[in-house]
């Protein structure tokens, strides 16, 4: 996102969603949808919480052995011909690859979905380097064509209509009357990519796994951009989190039991492709040269950090579809790269806790994400400690932390705390009507504006307490 | 044999704005045989301290909490976010401190009203204040902390001449969440207004929440649209045992 | 740019201030993971009927048409048949050491060109003609090495005379298998991994497939043939391949 929108108070973009008609249809049909089919997929699929217990232990037994798993999935990289860069930052992450794309000469790169590389922002540095990126996932595809951002994990271009595509096409590829048609779009995108990833000379892709033992790297698609990207261009770059390792291929298989499932309900995606490198040299097909370009940008310092548990995540966006708050703004309110509850996480990963003074309070902590979530990241409780580093760091407003305080301090007096109640009903008097609170004054406005409030009951029950003590006597 | 005793912890909430539940929850135990006890001095469990993050406050909060019902057998609590608080997050937040022993105690023997009722008196069947059509939405802390879906349900179903509708979309959050209420009011309204629909979707005369701040939300809204539908806690539809 | 010694010892730091959230271990792994495997394809041949019935279930949930043969003498005739439906007279396919039989004169007999991929690495001006080639024939003709039946999946290795491109390029894929490639569960698949990784292999891919290609993204309606095939059809031949 750029500069400009985040300018924009969270609070005022969500605003801007909210009154977005079409985007409350698009998240809501796209959403129930995606809970709908993720539950009819674990519904007949009883082995699942078993495997989803599973996925989190292999995560967390990788993590307290990274170092050891990460030299082996290098070690066997490198055996197998292909080269790993290590970029700590999203600025070397790019400088690796405008150096691998200079060195081979690459002038145009076709790029399978990868949010890795949104987050690094490579479009941008490719295009400025006279590197022509092309997005083929057809959700990235039509963003690209927007000049926007994604707005949901997995399905990019949510909250775009079938009319809205259509006049893209026709605007940005020159096709006059291009029909809302959701068959002839998807025909159209095949035709013009194909050609694309015939004449690209780099893959670009990020990877869902990558396997220590055997030095594989794991793609999950639906669409085929995957094998395209990786089989057509002379070069394949694939970029990584460092967190994506697992140890073995039976590992693979635990994940892959549950990925699909929780993004889509689907058993498996359409295609899993498993990579090992370039071709062997008696490969018809195949990139001559494979890299595999390892990323930190912030997630070697969480290992050790409050939000550890979020370097499990698969990306899969359940959390997102089951998210209420999601569910009401959408992606691109979130303003960063990651939007929905594990974004929040995320975006404070990457960007420090000065970034989500805001975004850590977007959650009414339900934990429907934590629930959705296959490998059972406790977002909720991360979203609190986040809180209380933004409250500890000073982040939050002075005032806010004057109010909480105060609040604490008169829990500690319970005969003051007492007071308050007779002290609310003789303030609320020119407020409450008909038996509830209509209109408040000053920041409490931000209730009543919408919902009635109760009043402080004429007899609270502690002061009932004691006629209720001599009635149960009687 | 003696009498069953416990402790009853009314939440802020329940104590300024729904007196009523905690007498209609007092005089239900006590017809149920349970000598009610009201440690005063009670203001807060400190939920909302600890879900904005002021967690040094919510300690001192808590260990006040773990002294004063440090005695009752059992603490029963009208709100699934507070009773949630109490089991879940106090033995955390004291666990460095002397008080550490006491709060897991107090965790164990500490029961939202339903659970009270039906898992720990074996209670289910009761006669009921209201009859006709009622929905119920499950708050989000009772459901997914303590995992409690099914004994507000056996009571309702139970109550005589009161029909349980399902109301879809029971499990999702009406939008309260505490603070973010009032920090992110757009957002926690729209949510609201989706519940809201749900729940005159049921056509059922009220809708039965066991949480203080899922029923200030869901009764805010329908009352400002003039709604017939009343948000009511589950203690108010009961009478006494059947 | 960093390092590889620089990430580790900032990991090794971060790992050495820090307790375990929980104790974990990654998952046990057979021992001897090719014996393994050659026990469960032995066992799931013997009930093949089984395994088949349950592959077809979720191949068809999936968009996959499977046709069943006696014998692989078979295979061309339903290739012939599938291209006349299509319009097509050209199919790309795997070379015969790799299907397991050579389908060409049986195509051939169809009145279809057969474009075989060769066993030995051509020329670089070949390798761009057959390139060509492939992006513009029709069908694609594989085999299989392993058959999902818990998902529909087929999965194909790459390799010499079994390129890649033959069941991604053409608008339908057309894979031939017998009894001897069904697996049933990830599970096993999972075994089948470790088994086939235990030995150099063939190529540097692994593609599990499972239907045709497909995308949800404009309004999350479903249409198929985004990038790879429009149609997958698995031709399962009841009497073993090469038997």
Redo the contacts between chains.
């Keep these: 996102m750029s500069e400009p929108e985040l300018a924009t108070p969270f609070r005022a973009r969500a605003g801007e969603a909210l009154h977005d008609g079409f985007l409350q249809q698009?998240l809501t049909?796209?959403t129930t949808?995606f809970i709908d089919l993720r539950r009819e997929a674990f519904g007949e699929f009883p082995e699942g919480e078993a495997l989803r217990d599973?996925a989190?232990?292999?995560k967390?037994?990788?993590l307290?052995?990274?170092?050891h798993y990460?030299?082996q999935l290098?070690d066997n990289v490198e055996r197998?011909g292909g080269t790993?860069?290590?970029?700590?930052t999203p600025e070397?992450a790019r400088?690796?690859i405008l150096d691998i794309a200079e060195r081979t000469g690459a002038r145009m790169a076709v790029k399978s979905k990868s949010m890795a590389t949104e987050e690094i922002h490579l479009n941008d540095a490719l295009e400025a380097a006279g590197v022509t990126p092309v997005e083929?996932?057809?959700?990235e595809y039509?963003i690209q064509l927007a000049h926007e951002r994604p707005s949901h994990i997995i399905?990019?271009?949510?909250h775009?209509?079938?009319g809205q595509?259509a006049d893209l096409f026709s605007r940005e590829l020159g096709r006059p009357d291009v029909p809302a048609d959701?068959?002839v779009?998807?025909?159209i995108?095949?035709a013009e990519?194909?050609e694309k990833?015939?004449q690209a000379d780099m893959g670009i892709t990020g990877a869902n796994f990558a396997v220590a033992?055997?030095g594989t790297v794991v793609l999950v698609t639906?669409?085929?951009?995957g094998?395209?990207v990786?089989?057509?261009p002379r070069v394949h770059v694939a970029v990584m989190g460092?967190e994506k390792v697992?140890?073995?291929?039976?590992?693979?298989?635990?994940f892959?039991?549950i990925l699909a499932k929780s993004a889509?309900g689907?058993?498996?995606?359409?295609?899993?492709?498993?990579?090992?490198?370039?071709?062997?040299?008696?490969?018809?097909?195949?990139p001559d040269e494979f890299h595999l370009v390892?990323l930190?940008n912030g997630r070697?310092?969480q290992?050790?950090g409050t939000l550890?548990?979020a370097l499990s995540c698969l990306r899969c966006g359940a959390c997102l579809n089951v998210c209420p708050v999601y569910r009401s703004i959408g992606g691109h309110a979130y303003g960063y790269t990651y939007p929905g509850p594990i974004g929040i996480l995320l975006t404070a990963m990457l960007n420090g806790p000065g970034s989500v003074k805001d975004l850590a309070h977007a959650s009414s902590l339900c934990g429907a994400c934590a629930d959705a979530c296959p490998v059972r990241i406790d977002i909720p409780r991360m979203l609190i400690e986040l809180r209380k580093e933004v409250d500890e760091k000073r982040i939050a407003p002075w005032t806010e932390r004057m109010v909480f305080r105060a609040f604490a301090w008169l829990l500690g007096r319970p005969a003051l705390f007492r007071l308050t109640a007779p002290i609310a009903r003789l303030m609320q008097r020119p407020f409450a009507r008909g038996g509830r609170i209509t209109r408040l004054p000053l920041f409490f406005g931000e209730w009543t504006r919408t919902r009635d409030l109760p009043p402080v009951a004429a007899r609270t029950f502690s002061e009932r307490w004691d006629d209720l003590a001599r009635e149960g006597r009687r | 044999m003696a009498r069953t005793r416990a402790a009853l912890m009314i939440t802020c909430l329940g104590d300024m704005l729904y007196p009523e539940v905690g007498v209609a929850i007092v005089r239900l135990l006590r017809k149920l045989d349970v000598d009610v006890e009201f440690p005063k001095g009670q203001t807060c469990c400190g939920l909302p301290l600890f879900n904005s993050g002021y967690h040094t406050e919510a300690r001192a909060v808590a260990g006040r909490l773990v002294e004063l019902f440090a005695e009752a057998p059992y603490v029963v609590v009208p709100s699934g976010s507070c009773a949630w608080m109490v089991k879940h997050e106090l033995p955390g937040l004291l666990k460095d401190t002397p008080l550490a022993e006491r709060a897991q105690a107090l965790a164990a023997k500490t029961y939202e009203l339903s659970q009270f009722l039906v898992r720990v008196l074996g209670k289910r069947r009761f006669t009921s204040r209201v009859h006709g059509r009622v929905t119920y939405h499950d708050s989000c802390h009772l459901l997914r902390g303590l995992h409690e879906s099914a004994s507000p349900r056996e009571i309702l179903r139970n109550l005589e001449g009161v029909e349980l509708v399902e109301l879809p979309g029971h499990d999702e959050c009406c939008g309260f969440g505490g603070s973010f209420s009032v920090r992110l009011p757009e957002v926690s309204s729209a949510i609201l207004e989706k519940k809201l629909v749900n729940v005159e979707a049921t056509g059922a005369a009220c809708v039965v929440a066991c949480d203080a701040g899922c029923l200030m939300q869901m009764s805010g809204g329908l009352t400002r649209r003039s709604s017939p539908v009343r948000a009511m806690h589950l203690a108010e539809l009961i009478e006494g045992a059947s | 740019?960093?390092?590889?010694a620089?990430?580790?010892t900032?990991?090794?730091g971060?790992?050495a201030?820090?307790p375990?959230?929980?104790t974990?271990?990654?998952?046990?792994?057979?021992a001897r993971p090719r014996e393994v495997a050659d026990t469960i394809r032995r066992e799931l041949a013997e009930r093949w009927q089984e395994s088949l019935t349950r592959f077809q279930r979720?191949f068809e949930r999936?968009g996959g048409v499977l046709h069943h043969v006696a014998d692989v003498q078979d295979v061309p005739a339903v290739v012939g048949r599938l291209a006349r439906e299509r319009g097509a007279s050209s199919v790309v396919a795997w070379h015969p050491s790799a299907l397991g039989f050579d389908p060409t004169p049986g195509l051939a007999a169809e009145q279809l060109t057969v474009h075989g991929?060769?066993d030995?690495?051509?020329d670089a001006e070949r390798?761009r003609a057959?390139?060509e080639t492939i992006?513009t024939t029709p069908l694609g003709l594989t085999g299989v090495d392993a058959a999902l039946a818990?998902?529909?999946?087929m999965i194909l290795r790459?390799?010499?005379g079994r390129?890649?491109?033959t069941s991604?390029l053409p608008a339908t894929h057309v894979a031939v298998f017998d009894r001897h490639a069904l697996v049933e569960s990830?599970?096993q698949?999972?075994?089948l991994?470790?088994a086939w990784?235990t030995e150099e292999?063939?190529?540097?891919?692994?593609?599990?497939?499972?239907?045709?290609?497909?995308?949800?993204?404009?309004?999350?309606?479903l249409?198929r043939?985004?990038?790879?095939?429009k149609e997958v059809h698995a031709i399962f031949v009841e009497r073993p391949i090469g038997e």
């Design positions: 698009a049909i796209a949808k599973r989190r232990a292999i967390e037994a990788t307290q052995r990274l170092d990460l030299e290098v197998l790993v860069h290590f970029a700590t070397d400088r690796i083929t996932d057809l959700g039509i399905a990019p271009a949510i775009k209509t079938k595509v959701p068959e779009l998807t025909a995108a095949r990519l194909r990833f015939l033992d055997t639906n669409e085929g951009n094998r395209m990786t089989t057509l460092v697992v140890p073995s291929m039976t590992d693979l298989a635990v892959l039991a889509t689907q058993k498996l995606s359409v295609y899993t492709t498993l990579v090992r490198g370039p071709r062997k040299p008696t490969e018809l097909e195949g390892l930190d070697i310092d290992i050790g550890r548990e | 740019m960093s390092s590889r620089e990430f580790l900032r990991i090794r971060q790992l201030k820090t375990a959230l929980f974990a271990a990654p998952s046990l792994r057979p979720e999936v991929m060769p030995v690495l051509p390798r057959l390139r992006a818990e998902t529909g999946t790459s390799g010499p390129p890649r491109s991604l990830l599970a698949v999972g075994v991994l470790e990784h292999a063939p190529g540097a891919v692994i593609n599990f497939i499972t239907g045709p290609s497909r995308t949800a993204d404009i309004e999350l309606t249409t043939g985004v990038h790879g095939p």
